[in-house]
């Protein structure tokens, strides 16, 4: 049971990492790109990312 919960809170991560991806394709695909949101989106998906390898 414990290892169902672990494995769904990691792919509750990965979606969002991959939610954070498409947000970040989508600004940089913008005329004006927003670098301070492109920095913020990166931060995100990097503690994510991290989130997931300790899991």
């Known amino acids: 049971m ?4 672990a494995s769904s809170h ?3 991560l990965q979606t969002k990492h991959a939610g954070l991806e498409a947000r970040l ?3 940089q695909a913008r005329p004006a790109p ?3 949101m492109i ?3 990166k931060k ?3 503690r994510l ?3 997931i ?3």
């Open 2 to 5: 414990a290892s169902t919960a």
């Open 34 to 36: 927003d670098a301070a």
């Open 25 to 27: 394709r989508a600004e």
């Open 49 to 51: 990312k991290e989130e």
């Open 44 to 46: 995100q998906k990097l």
């Open 10 to 12: 990691v792919n509750a």
């Open 39 to 41: 920095q913020a989106i």
């Open 53 to 55: 390898a300790r899991a």
